[in-house]
């Protein structure tokens, strides 16, 4: 079945780079997506990429797919301490509004 | 614009008891889900829709009921609840064109002793 994997946690200095990683299994996804949920609250999209796309990049945000290893990425560049939450991989699996959704990566940003 | 909203925020149940989670939005979205969050396991689908009229199910659907009487609102009904039932549940809405992005309500607490 369907499977989007994330490592659980990622510690980063502020101004460094962050880089959290995803991998998943359905090779029919149309776009990937990633989300942000700050504590207490629910989930926010952050960007997303179609699937015939290989990088996005938006601001501090690049987003690359590698579909033939079927891994996506987030980087976060200049990263900062109200970047620290909880950060959602998710593949759309057959567009009609069913989302798989990795397990989660939280980013702590330390000064 | 409210987006998508879901009440209450915070429920305590006892074991036995049923109870109805309320979710609605605004935004005319024809696709509506319902996820519960638990630690180290991400969201898990657990009943969507992609109409009014038409409900199936995800990943977890057992011990849930729901149903889409109109676009705007997605209930989801606990009948006999359980201790393992303890989790965040969010509530989201996307579009049929599109990217499909998804607007998540804020979630609601519900802890069944």
């Known amino acids: 079945g369907e499977d989007v994997e994330q490592s659980l946690f990622l510690s980063v200095r502020e101004g460094d780079s962050s880089v959290i990683n995803c991998t998943y299994t359905d090779s029919s996804s149309t776009y990937l997506y990633w989300y942000k949920q700050e504590p207490g609250a629910g989930l926010q999209l952050l960007t997303y990429i179609f699937s015939n796309m290989d990088m996005k990049q938006d601001q501090r945000l690049t987003v690359l797919l590698n579909k033939k290893d079927k891994h996506l990425s987030l980087r976060i560049a200049d990263t900062q301490t109200g970047d620290s939450a909880i950060y959602f991989c998710?593949?759309?699996?057959?567009?009609?509004?069913?989302?798989?959704f990795g397990q989660g990566t939280e980013l702590s940003v330390k000064p | 614009n409210a987006g998508v909203t879901q009440t209450p925020k915070f429920q305590v149940l006892k074991t036995g008891q049923s109870m109805t989670l309320q979710c609605a939005q605004d935004m005319n979205h024809e696709y509506m889900s319902w996820y519960r969050q638990d630690p180290g396991m991400g969201l898990r689908l657990i009943h969507y829709?992609?109409?009014?009229?038409?409900?199936d199910q995800g990943e977890v659907p057992n011990g849930y009921n729901v149903s889409r009487s109109t676009t705007e609102d997605f209930p989801l009904r606990l009948l006999s609840a359980a201790p393992s039932q303890t989790s965040v549940y969010f509530c989201?809405?996307?579009?049929?064109?599109?990217?499909?992005?998804?607007?998540f309500g804020q979630g609601t607490r519900l802890t069944v002793v």
């Open positions: 989201a809405s996307s579009r049929r064109q599109g990217s499909g992005e998804a607007f």
């Open positions: 998710a593949e759309s699996i057959d567009q009609g509004g069913k989302l798989i």
């Open positions: 829709s992609v109409g009014a009229g038409i409900t």
